[in-house]
């Protein structure tokens, strides 16, 4: 075979496949999600998502296993940046509040993950890893059983705050974090 024949080697085509199920089950859920809409949101011809991925089950568990990997890093990174207990509430108030936790794309896959994960073992078991992870980072600072309750604590209001007429504000998040965390 001479240069130039055959298929053109695309590194970055695998990752766009899996970047664009996340785009796809964000916008129309995992019951929504097929082989042609993410091709269609990955701008790569339908052959290549079956080529890499041997099912539609292992493309999903890939692009939640992305998912959790990132969202456990931004997490355990915000409370690696903590010097204290008082700094690790700061912390656990700006997962809560901020970009890492309570954005309306992240929240959505993660209701998403949670659904699939209780019908897919091997999904659950990456749910699994990454509430380990969470729970890790914070009983840096604090006991397990409370590092348990502020972990799903970050969630809980996240899933409130997406959907309530009232959202709590940041103080009010602080206040119940404190509380939580028994200062």
């Given at each position: 075979m001479t240069m130039g024949m055959g298929r053109r080697n695309d590194p970055t085509r695998r990752q766009r496949i899996v970047d664009a199920t996340l785009e796809v089950i964000a916008s129309r859920g995992v019951a929504g999600t097929?082989?042609?809409r993410i091709a269609d949101e990955a701008g790569v011809p339908l052959g290549s998502v079956t080529y890499y991925f041997d099912s539609?089950?292992?493309?999903?568990s890939a692009a939640f296993l992305q998912l959790a990997a990132q969202s456990s890093a931004l997490f355990g990174a915000r409370l690696e940046a903590a010097g204290d207990r008082y700094a690790a509430i700061d912390a656990v108030v700006d997962i809560i509040a901020g970009t890492i936790w309570a954005e309306p794309r992240t929240l959505l896959l993660s209701y998403e993950l949670?659904?699939?994960a209780a019908r897919h073992p091997a999904v659950g078991a990456v749910m699994q890893q990454w509430m380990d992870n969470s729970r890790r980072a914070l009983e840096r600072f604090f006991d397990p059983l409370t590092a348990r309750a502020l972990d799903a604590l970050v969630e809980g209001i996240?899933?409130?705050n997406s959907i309530d007429r009232a959202p709590l504000d940041r103080e009010a998040i602080r206040i119940i974090v404190e509380r939580v965390a028994s200062l």
């Open positions: 097929t082989h042609r539609l089950e292992a493309l999903i949670y659904a699939f996240g899933i409130h």
